[in-house]
Each structure stands twice: as C-alpha cells, then as structure tokens.
C-alpha cells in the first residue's frame, strides 16, 4: 500500500490546524494584538486584492475588442458594485457572472 497520499493529507491537516490555532497560541485573549499585526490587518487585504487584479488583467491583449472588453467591464462592474453596496460577495459574484455573460454571449 502506498502511504504517500495518507502522510500527505496528514501533513496539510496538520498544517491547515496550525494556521488556524497559532493566533489563538500566539496571542494572549486578553492583551491587544502588537502593533504590527494590527496594520497588517489593514493593509494586507486591499494589498491581495489588488494582486490579484493585477495578475487577471496581466495577459490582457488589445488587438481586439473582443479580448479585453469583457474583463474591464468585469473589473468596472466590480468596483461599481463594491462602491454601491459595500458587499465582497456580491461584489465577486456579480462581476464573475456578468464576465460570463459577457463571454459567452456577447463577445463570442
């Protein structure tokens, strides 16, 4: 039997606990977080967020219309959605469909 697969799920098990439970260990409940962590509380989302932007935009190719269109109206979509309603979820999942739309029926 090969027991490569179960060492591996192990270790990512383990792995995905420790991440999980090391704030718990690291930081005592009743003192403040250090100041460090706090502000890469704040800056680090907005900091992904934008990288990720970044890397789905970085093939982007404006030889035609059809090639860049949907993900900048996607992108647009977005930004105009997290602005009026202050919701990520909504905010992802309305960009994701109306790129899928855009995609598959528009510019086909």
């Not at 005592?28 to 989302?45: C, I, S, W």
């Not at 996607?74 to 739309?101: D, E, P, Q, R």
Request: positive net charge.
């Amino acid at each position: 039997m090969n027991l490569y697969p179960l060492a591996f799920i192990a270790v990512m098990a383990a792995v995905t606990i420790l991440t999980r439970a090391l704030p718990f260990l690291l930081f005592d409940r009743g003192k403040e977080p250090p100041e460090t962590v706090l502000y890469l509380g704040r800056v680090l989302p907005p900091a992904v967020m934008a990288m990720l932007v970044a890397y789905c935009l970085r093939e982007l190719e404006f030889s035609a219309v059809g090639s860049w269109a949907p993900q900048v109206i996607a992108v647009g979509a977005v930004a105009a959605l997290h602005k009026w309603k202050h919701n990520t979820l909504l905010s992802i999942f309305g960009g994701t469909l109306l790129y899928m739309v855009l995609v598959q029926a528009v510019f086909v």
